[in-house]
């Protein structure tokens, strides 16, 4: 194997390396993307269309709040209709980006350095877009602080054996987290931009945001073991925040809902859909702003490889989840498992078994694998079957619970819908600034990177 194909297949950026500006090729290509004026046209279009999105939701907030919750479809007996599945879904996009950093980053694993910068933003991004659909569930959401533990007059406080509560310290301390872990990596990159920006106002809020760094022995050393130290925080964050979600369910005794599997169950879902989100968003990335040489086909390739292995773990939920509701004897899971298969909303059960087991049997192909216009339309079928999974998970397991008499079918709204497309929206419009305003790849760990070859480490 020649020296460059090793390098690629390590993860290490191509290309750069070996040249004798290689430090200065780094930071002015990846640097170029925030300090230059001009962006090319389909950012412009991309990020209107998703600012309309934005647009869209603020509208259906404005009006959530003259209306009530009523403008939603829900009622009794599906009580929790699209915003727990929008809630779901987002918590889980979540968790590939602190996945991708911190463990993997505790496992030395190298081709996690160009990838974890969007990965962790793409995080903070999707719990900010989950964060909203709780709350706005509340149906009076400006009362939202009577969920803290705060010292009121009265002596009140939170119920702390409700579900809601729990996802509120839960989502509260994995965003915490993710934020402070994600703006630590940036610091030095901060600085990097700091030094060659020409404008001075550039130079201003590039050198508060980097905290006085100044590159030296010291700064490093300190750098190095927070960093290691917040990653340590971040992951096991990836297991407990979405197992504390899957308790908001477990808890229950819907049938549907009432099952040991759900935590190991959800993160592996969590997981998937993350890194299926990942590919959809950096691959256009990669094409758009010519970054073939930092995020190499090695990097695609290994996050089509994790998102493979957590889908088979995602099938094995299934299966087990079917097995166990017959095995058990139960006839009210029985009959939750026999109308997920054949009921009024099999439809919806048989498309995301098609979407989420199904279609990604593809990746076994290397040739697939490699074929990124096709690895990108899996990746968005994998993210519609994972919220038609929570969809089915939600709905299908209330829509007919113990009586008979409260049976009732549920549909959507169109404030439903306008809120789920304006959330998505705003977790793309937050992506298109987030890549013009930020270094999208690490300047500081692509360096490390590029030392580490020439020091003959690699």
């Known amino acids: 194997m020649n020296e460059s194909a090793k390098e690629a297949q390590l993860g290490y950026p191509t290309q750069l390396i070996g040249e004798r500006d290689s430090y200065e090729s780094a930071t002015r290509q990846i640097g170029s993307i925030v300090l230059d004026q001009k962006q090319p046209r389909s950012w412009l279009i991309g990020f209107?269309?998703?600012?309309?999105?934005?647009?869209?939701?603020?509208?259906?907030?404005?009006?959530?709040?003259?209306?009530?919750?009523?403008?939603?479809?829900?009622?009794?007996?599906?009580?929790?209709?699209?915003?727990?599945?929008?809630?779901?879904?987002?918590?889980?996009?979540?968790?590939?980006?602190?996945?991708?950093?911190a463990f993997l980053l505790l496992m030395h694993q190298k081709w996690r350095n160009s990838i974890n910068r969007f990965a962790e933003a793409m995080t903070i991004f999707a719990v900010a877009c989950a964060g909203l659909f709780p709350l706005l569930h509340l149906g009076r959401p400006w009362v939202f602080y009577w969920l803290l533990p705060y010292p009121d007059t009265m002596g009140l406080w939170p119920q702390f054996r409700s579900p809601l509560v729990w996802d509120v310290f839960a989502v509260s301390t994995y965003f915490t987290v993710s934020l402070i872990f994600w703006y630590a990596g940036l610091i030095p990159d901060f600085a990097t931009l700091r030094d060659r920006a020409e404008k001075r106002w550039k130079q201003i809020v590039f050198g508060v945001l980097s905290l006085g760094w100044r590159g030296s022995a010291r700064h490093w050393a300190r750098y190095e073991s927070a960093y290691v130290l917040l990653a340590g925080l971040a992951t096991p964050l990836v297991v407990s925040v979405h197992s504390v979600v899957s308790l908001d369910f477990s808890v229950g005794i819907v049938p549907g809902w009432h099952s040991t599997i759900f935590p190991p169950y959800f993160v592996a879902g969590a997981i998937y859909s993350g890194f299926a989100m990942v590919l959809t968003l950096m691959i256009p990335v990669?094409?758009?702003?010519?970054?073939?040489?930092?995020?190499?086909?090695?990097?695609?390739?290994?996050?089509?490889?994790?998102?493979?292995?957590?889908?088979?773990?995602?099938?094995?939920?299934?299966?087990?989840?079917?097995?166990?509701?017959?095995?058990?004897?139960?006839?009210?899971?029985?009959?939750?498992?026999?109308?997920?298969?054949?009921?009024?909303?099999?439809?919806?059960?048989?498309?995301?078994?098609?979407?989420?087991?199904?279609?990604?049997?593809?990746?076994?192909?290397?040739?697939?694998?490699?074929?990124?216009?096709?690895?990108?339309?899996?990746?968005?079928?994998?993210?519609?079957?994972?919220?038609?999974?929570?969809?089915?998970?939600?709905?299908?397991?209330?829509?007919?619970?113990?009586?008979p008499s409260a049976w009732s079918m549920y549909g959507g709204t169109k404030w439903d819908y306008a809120m789920l497309l304006g959330s998505m929206g705003l977790f793309v419009a937050l992506i298109y600034l987030f890549v013009r305003f930020l270094p999208m790849i690490s300047i500081a760990e692509v360096r490390t990177l590029i030392s580490e070859r020439e020091e003959g480490t690699l």
Not at 359 to 366: C, D, G, I, K, T
């Open 286 to 403: 990669r094409r758009i702003y010519h970054l073939e040489n930092m995020i190499t086909d090695r990097h695609i390739n290994n996050m089509a490889n994790v998102m493979f292995a957590t889908g088979w773990m995602v099938a094995y939920g299934y299966i087990m989840e079917a097995f166990m509701s017959w095995f058990s004897g139960n006839r009210y899971d029985a009959f939750m498992m026999s109308n997920r298969f054949a009921g009024p909303y099999a439809h919806t059960f048989w498309v995301l078994i098609l979407c989420n087991i199904l279609v990604p049997q593809a990746l076994w192909s290397r040739r697939v694998r490699d074929n990124h216009v096709v690895l990108w339309l899996i990746s968005i079928v994998i993210n519609i079957g994972m919220w038609l999974e929570r969809y089915v998970i939600v709905i299908v397991s209330l829509h007919r619970d113990f009586v």
């Open 48 to 101: 209107t269309i998703a600012f309309i999105g934005v647009m869209l939701l603020m509208v259906a907030i404005s009006y959530l709040f003259f209306k009530g919750v009523g403008i939603w479809g829900i009622n009794i007996p599906i009580a929790w209709g699209f915003a727990i599945v929008n809630f779901v879904w987002w918590i889980g996009i979540g968790h590939a980006g602190t996945l991708i950093s």
